[in-house]
């Protein structure tokens, strides 16, 4: 027997929290981990340089090159993550062989059979993002561009991309979360906010007239306030996007560091519930502005964590993680950040929300913030480390992730 976990257990009791009842739901949490963190967001469809105001910093030795490299990669940090999850890919992550080669408009689902293959090993769902940045024909414009040639590609990416979506879902078991993001908008003030829109709209009603199977691939539209190169003016603002996904039944994507820094996105979850089946997130840290910083275990992280749970929406929100930093080891980002999503999630899990919103009800609002403080210092490790033990896992995995990095990735000679 534990004994520090069944003093944690009855601590946690006492407060009228069921533990147990608590890890069996993390059990069946599934967060999507994004491929895009193993290799700084290269893809595997082009050499050029990164577009669309993604960047990354650092040049940490070991980035993944190759299809090969990076599941190799993904398979170890999922090895060191409880639980069955999600992974998510872009379209820049097709992989073509004998020499073939294809552009972004005419992928198909054979060019992600391997990662089908991957996933079925490992028992994962996958979600997809068609890739508009990051390629000749993104560099001004994609879905919003005045180039019709350049629209009309862009539409037909998207569409293959749903074929590709739904394929993922039939061979998984799982749907799929497909989400439309475009780096479209200007540096400096526009002359005309309404065009660019206009031909967003139009190419996504466009994309959307194909018929598929809605309850296979669940389209989501992710908005943005700003990006490198397009400070003035995104076409896809949250305006825009809110107003499309209602319109169209579509799910709503919300990214933590798209918005202005003092705008939070677990304030807004709530509003979202109230209006939509469902809500995606694209959980990042924001550092200043959109850095897409490793999730840590924060406030607003916690935060969000609390808002899914207490509104008992774990079945109608999407998780998933969308990061890249090349400062540190790749597969120890993974680690940190799919463990913390499930940290925020076990500690929300284990708080009393129903007395909580009794005493805000009853305007006990010193009580309340005492009982929230309290929350603060609860044996969260010994649960923490009994979830971990029932996979067989410890907290030691930074060292395998070390032998890793001295055995296979200082190897690779990027
Ligand atoms: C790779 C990107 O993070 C992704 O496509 C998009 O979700 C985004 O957040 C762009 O800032
Ligand atoms: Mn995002």
């Known amino acids: 027997m534990n004994e520090a976990y ?95 080669i294809v552009d972004r408009d005419a992928i198909k689902p054979k060019h992600f059979q391997k990662w089908v293959d991957f996933a079925k090993k490992h028992q994962l769902g996958i979600d997809f993002n068609p890739t508009l940045f990051s390629h000749p024909k993104a560099e001004k414009a994609t879905l919003s561009s005045i180039d019709e040639d350049i629209r009309k590609f862009w539409i037909q990416h998207c569409q293959v991309c749903i074929r590709i979506s739904e394929y993922f879902a039939q061979e998984t078991g799982q749907p799929c979360v497909m989400n439309i993001w475009i780096p479209d908008g200007l ?32 389209v989501t539209l992710e908005s943005k306030v700003f990006g490198i190169g397009m400070e003035s003016y995104t076409v896809g603002s949250s305006e825009f996007c809110i107003n ?71 079945d109608r929100v999407f998780i998933a993680l969308d990061y890249f930093d090349a400062s540190i080891n790749r597969i120890a980002a993974w680690v940190i950040g799919m463990q913390n999503m499930q940290k925020a999630l076990l500690q929300a899990l284990l708080m009393p929300h129903d007395l909580m919103k009794k005493m805000q009800d009853k305007e006990d609002f010193t009580g309340l913030m005492v009982l929230q403080e309290q929350m603060k210092s609860m044996p969260f490790y010994d649960i923490w480390q009994q979830f971990l033990n029932t996979y067989d896992m410890d907290e030691c995995w930074y060292e395998e992730v070390q032998a890793y990095e001295k055995n296979v990735l200082r190897k690779r000679g990027v």
């Not at 840290?285 to 008992?312: F, M, Q, Y």
């Open 187 to 218: 540096k400096d003030i526009p002359a005309d906010r309404l065009g660019p829109r206009k031909r967003f709209k139009d190419s996504l009603d466009e994309i959307l007239s194909i018929p598929y199977d809605h309850e296979l691939v669940y």
């Open 6 to 100: 069944e003093r944690a257990k009855q601590t946690y009791a006492s407060y009228g929290v069921d533990v147990e009842k608590a890890l069996k739901i993390l059990e069946n949490i599934k967060i999507s981990m994004h491929c895009w963190q193993g290799d700084d967001v290269h893809g595997f469809d082009q050499s050029g340089p990164l577009s669309g105001g993604i960047a990354t910093t650092g040049n940490y030795p070991g980035r993944a090159t190759t299809s090969e490299e990076l599941m190799q990669d993904m398979e170890m940090a999922l090895s060191l993550i409880p639980g069955k999850h999600k992974i998510n890919l872009h379209a820049s992550y097709a992989i073509f062989e004998d020499g073939e």
């Open 244 to 314: 499309y996904v209602n319109e169209k039944h579509l799910t709503p994507l919300m990214d933590n560091g798209h918005y202005h820094p003092m705008e939070y996105v677990s304030d807004k979850i709530s509003a979202m519930l109230l209006f939509h089946e469902h809500l995606a997130l694209h959980v990042t840290r924001p550092v200043r502005w959109d850095s897409d910083h490793v999730v840590l275990l924060d406030d607003e992280t916690k935060e969000i964590a609390k808002e899914i749970i207490r509104n008992g929406a774990l």
